[in-house]
């Protein structure tokens, strides 16, 4: 495995392992209400200092990587899993953002409002995800 690779698959193994922490705290919502809504904050936190970031470095070994490898018609289809993961992933700071905002002010009706616009992304996210993992790791 070329040190490219390695930084890659390190990449995504850490981008997964931040996803599997995520998915626990968010079934925790209902909880963390009476306590300022510290799922919200938490995520947020999380996406700004370790999500994105990791999604970036997954993106950029990802293009570095395809100067050098021959683009197969499976690997096609990893690779635009790949970038829809990515896309995924940065698009969803936004209600990430909002609904810290919405917890910051005690907008319960908001906060509840983009914690579903959250789901609805990550479902559409995370098939793409595993289908990148899976194409890459057996290709
Ligand atoms: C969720 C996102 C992604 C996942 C889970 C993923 C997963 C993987 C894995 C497991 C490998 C290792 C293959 C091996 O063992 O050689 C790999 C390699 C690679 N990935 Fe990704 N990847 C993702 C995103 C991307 C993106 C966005 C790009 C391009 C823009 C990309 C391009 C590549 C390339 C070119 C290789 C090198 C294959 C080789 O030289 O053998 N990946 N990826």
């Not at 993106?59 to 490898?69: S, W, Y």
């Not at 683009?71 to 990430?96: E, M, Q, R």
């Not at 002010?105 to 559409?124: N, Q």
Request: proline share 4%.
């Amino acid at each position: 495995m070329s040190g490219l690779v390695m930084w890659h698959v390190a990449a995504v193994s850490f981008w997964f392992g931040v996803v599997g922490a995520e998915f626990v705290i968010e079934r925790s919502r209902a909880d963390s209400r009476p306590h300022g809504y510290s799922v919200a904050r938490n995520h947020y936190w999380i996406d700004v200092l370790l999500e994105v970031p990791v999604a970036l470095v997954v993106l950029i070994t990802g293009v570095m990587l395809l100067q050098v490898t021959p683009v197969t018609p499976w690997f096609l289809i990893k690779i635009l899993a790949g970038l829809l993961a990515v896309a995924v992933n940065v698009g969803c700071l936004v209600p990430v953002i909002k609904r810290k905002a919405a917890a910051d002010e005690e907008r319960l009706s908001d906060v509840i409002r983009y914690s579903a616009v959250i789901d609805r992304i990550t479902v559409v996210g995370l098939p793409a995800a595993l289908i990148a993992l899976m194409i890459g790791l057996l290709h």
